[in-house]
């Protein structure tokens, strides 16, 4: 069964959707410069002094440049939240992605790889655009913060393993949903929906043994103390794993992390090497404790299910804007009426969905951040909380986390709760 042609449509969609689209960006761009103004104010007000709870733990000169820090990336932020709302009218209104589009149709004609050439030309030219911010990130606030520890030849390699591993994995998905957009008849967003579930637990089951490893290197753990606090704490909370991994995580950051990879047979919990010079065995228990609270507290799956949905609702939308010629018109673009608007349509719906989806964003980052307290309330049950206490405060301070974000800003953007919170919760607890 091949692709419904667009419908016309009233013939004052295209002005209706082109003038939502204006005065959403308008509210998005708005709302993130708010927030952003708020974060650099609140804790540029705060810089001078360590907030009287952490007086005698936290040092004035570490509180500082948890500061600066974070002020140092708020103003690259601001960069870059004017250059995505500058790129998305540049794509859509102001004609970038419809020149995109005739160009390649008339060098390649239209067809399936047409298509993918689309995408493939949309993505590498977002990457480029892109591209100079990320490189500030890492080899100027990064670097200057003492964080970066990569090499620019180990940042060219990560990129060119980067790119062939999305080409090799990406470019059969690209083409299996295309397909069914064009030869799944009404449904095809239900058989794509399949498909994407299908591959992401595929990348899952498969990211330990084969993806992880071309970036880091894993190590058994050798630390034979560490190890047996770690399997008999397992042993309490009834999980098992494949095996307890030292991840080189020092090539790249200074950063620190501790997690769990995989599922099912595969999974393997991972220590950042850096973590392990910042805790104390006991402290490490604790972490570890706190990342098996998300497992007995099913939060993975949870979070997964409302991927899922969140993914099944989307495609159902996308796959009733394709019908439409004003979804198009009203974006900048002028599609066919006799070939195939696949990946215009993808690509379009890409674009413009992030500009809606900030104003739920505080409903997914409370969420995650009650799981965050569940998850410390569970390692409080199984290992001292001073112990969990003393490596959240070690953790936030060997990050440069600050300890007075502005509360809005976290409303919107913290998937975990701020040091002060956690640590005051479990305080009364």
């Known amino acids: 069964m091949g692709e419904a042609a667009p419908t016309i449509g009233p013939m004052d969609a295209p002005f209706t959707l082109t003038l939502t689209l204006v005065v959403a960006l308008l509210a998005h761009v708005a709302l993130k410069l708010w927030l952003n103004v708020r974060q650099v104010r ?23 440049k948890a500061a600066d ?5 708020a103003r690259l932020s601001q960069i870059d939240i004017a250059l995505d709302a500058a790129v998305l009218l540049g794509w859509t209104l102001l004609g970038g992605l419809d020149a995109l589009n005739q160009l390649l149709l008339a060098w390649m004609g239209p ?16 990457g480029v655009i892109g591209l100079p911010l990320s490189l500030m990130q890492t080899f100027g606030v990064e670097q200057r913060f003492g964080f970066n520890k990569i090499t620019p030849a180990l940042w060219l390699a990560d990129m060119a393993k980067g790119l062939v591993l ?10 299996v949903v295309l397909w069914l957009m ?50 008999a704490l397992m042993q309490r909370a009834g999980f098992t794993a494949k095996g307890f991994f030292v991840m080189d995580g020092s090539r790249r950051s200074a950063h620190s992390n501790a997690f769990f990879t995989g599922f099912g047979a595969s999974k393997r919990v991972v220590f950042f090497d850096t973590l392990l010079k910042q805790l104390s065995p006991a402290e490490m228990e604790a972490v570890l ?7 007995k507290h099913k939060h993975i799956v949870k979070m997964m299910a409302v991927s899922f949905a969140t993914t099944l609702s989307g495609l159902a939308l996308l796959g009733w804007l394709a019908q439409q010629v004003w979804f198009y018109t009203g974006l900048g673009v002028m599609p066919s009426l006799t070939d195939s608007n696949n990946a215009l349509a993808l690509v379009l719906f890409m674009l413009v969905a992030p ?38 405060l070690k953790l936030y301070q060997d990050n ?29 607890a």
């Open 355 to 392: 500009v809606f989806t900030l104003f739920f964003a505080p409903i997914a980052s409370w969420r995650s951040r009650q799981q965050e307290f569940e998850a410390d309330a569970y390692a409080v049950s199984q290992t001292p909380g001073a112990d969990l206490s003393s490596a959240l």
């Open 42 to 64: 609140h804790v540029a007000r705060h810089r001078s002094a360590v907030p009287v709870a952490y007086a005698e733990t936290v040092s004035l000169v570490d509180h500082q």
């Open 182 to 231: 064009q030869a799944g008849g009404t449904w095809w967003w239900l058989w794509a929906w399949g498909v994407l579930v299908a591959w992401q637990l595929f990348l899952m089951a498969i990211a330990p043994n084969v993806i992880m490893p071309l970036f880091n290197k894993f190590t058994p753990l050798d630390d034979e103390s560490l190890k047996s606090r770690v399997q």
């Open 69 to 73: 820090y974070t002020l140092a990336k």
């Open 166 to 175: 999305g080409l090799a994995l990406g470019l059969p998905l690209l083409w």
């Open 400 to 428: 440069a986390s600050t300890l007075t974000p502005d509360p809005m800003y976290v409303k919107f953007y913290y998937s975990h709760p701020p040091a002060s919170e956690r640590l005051l919760r479990m305080k009364t």
């Open 111 to 126: 067809g399936m790889a047409q298509q993918i050439a689309l995408v493939l030309g949309f993505t590498l030219v977002g």
């Open 289 to 295: 404790a706190h990342e098996l609270g998300h497992f």
